[in-house]
C-alpha cells in the first residue's frame, strides 16, 4: 500500500499528500481523529456503492498470505482496497476489487518506508491471537451503524489492532486486543 497514513484512510483522501506509516502515539492518534474527521465526507461518498467489506477483503488476501493491515484508499482519484500481507518472510499488497471481492492484483512490497512498516504490523500479527478480520467483526458489533475502513496491526503493550470506523461521515478510532 503505497502512500499510507497512521489513519491509513484518512489522508489516503487528501490529493497531493504523501501519508506514511508510523507507529502511533497518544499525540499523534489526536491528530490522527482530527483528519479522518475533515476527510470522511470524501471517504462516504466513495463508499456509497461498495459492495465488499473491509472484513471481506481481508479474507480475500489471505490466498496471497497472512493480511497484516488493510484499508479502503483513494488512490490516483479512485477507490481502492488494499490489504498488506506476509508470507514466506516476504511482503505483497494486495489490491481487492471492491466490487466483487476478487484479488485484482498483488506485488511485492519494496519501497523502503512501506517495507518497514510492513515489518512492523507482522511483529503485530506475529503475537496476535485472532485474525485481522475477526478483529473487524468484533469492533463493527460494539459500534453499531459503524464500518470499519482500516485496520492495522501494531505492538503497543501487547498485540493490537488500530482499527478506523466510520458511520455516515463520523469517523471513530478503535483499539482492538488481537
Not at 475533515?38 to 498470505?65: C, H, I, M, T
Not at 511483529?123 to 485474525?131: D, L
Amino acid at each position: 500500500m503505497r502512500n499510507l497514513t497512521i489513519a491509513m484512510i484518512a489522508v489516503a483522501l487528501t490529493v497531493g499528500i504523501t501519508p506514511t506509516w508510523a507507529q502511533e502515539t497518544k499525540g499523534s492518534e489526536k491528530g490522527e481523529a482530527a483528519e479522518a474527521a475533515r476527510n470522511a465526507p470524501a471517504l462516504a461518498s466513495a463508499l456509497k456503492d461498495v459492495k465488499v467489506s473491509l472484513a471481506d477483503g481481508l479474507k480475500a488476501a489471505e490466498a496471497q498470505g497472512k493480511p497484516i493491515s488493510g484499508k479502503f484508499e483513494i488512490e490516483d482519484g479512485k477507490l481502492q482496497l488494499s490489504v498488506y500481507t506476509m508470507k514466506d518472510g516476504k511482503y505483497s499488497e494486495v489490491i481487492v476489487d471492491h466490487r466483487t471481492g476478487k484479488i485484482a492484483k498483488a506485488e511485492a512490497i519494496t519501497e523502503k518506508e512501506d517495507l518497514a512498516e510492513a515489518k512492523k504490523q507482522a511483529a503485530g500479527m506475529a503475537k496476535a491471537q485472532v485474525s485481522l478480520a475477526d478483529a473487524v467483526a468484533k469492533v463493527e458489533k460494539a459500534n453499531p451503524g459503524y464500518h470499519a475502513v482500516s485496520i492495522a496491526a501494531e505492538l503497543e503493550g501487547g498485540a493490537n489492532a488500530d482499527v478506523t470506523l466510520l458511520k455516515g461521515a463520523t469517523t471513530k478510532q478503535v483499539d482492538e486486543k488481537l
